[in-house]
Nanobody, 117 residues
Framework: QVQLVESGGGLVQAGGSLRLSCAAS????????MGWYRQAPGKERELVAR???????DYEDSVKGRFTISRDNAKNTVFLQMNSLKPEDTAVYYC???????????WGQGTQVTVSS
């Protein structure tokens, strides 16, 4: 079983920064991808950013240039540095880990990010 522990959410003013962390633990032999999704009230969950095992990254268009995803492979930890935050970034942010071996798709418990105007 794989466990994900998230941290780093909170309340920040527009233009501020936050850094999210997600550490995966358990029987993990190979990870395909680690990423962050978010869900705002009344909206569907959407991909914010992800990093593939080879190091390539994907970003949702609205966060490009403001958010940076990175990963510590030795610690199976993924980070999301969020700069120049906007009120529309307010949402619950969920960590996601796709494991190749043993195969599985795992979600964190979610962390609230609130950006005030």
């Amino acid at each position: 079983q794989v466990q994900l522990v998230e941290s780093g959410g909170g309340l920040v003013q527009a233009g501020g920064s936050l850094r999210l962390s997600c550490a995966a633990s358990g029987k993990i032999f190979s990870i395909k991808a680690m990423g962050w999704y978010r869900q705002a009230p009344g909206k569907e969950r959407e991909l914010v950013a992800r990093i593939i095992s080879g190091g390539s990254t994907d970003y949702e268009d609205s966060v490009k240039g403001r958010f940076t995803i990175s990963r510590d492979n030795a610690k199976n930890t993924v980070f999301l540095q969020m700069n120049s935050l906007k009120p529309e970034d307010t949402a619950v942010y969920y960590c996601n880990v796709q494991v190749i071996l043993p195969p599985g798709n795992y979600w964190g418990q979610g962390t609230q990010v609130t950006v005030s105007s």
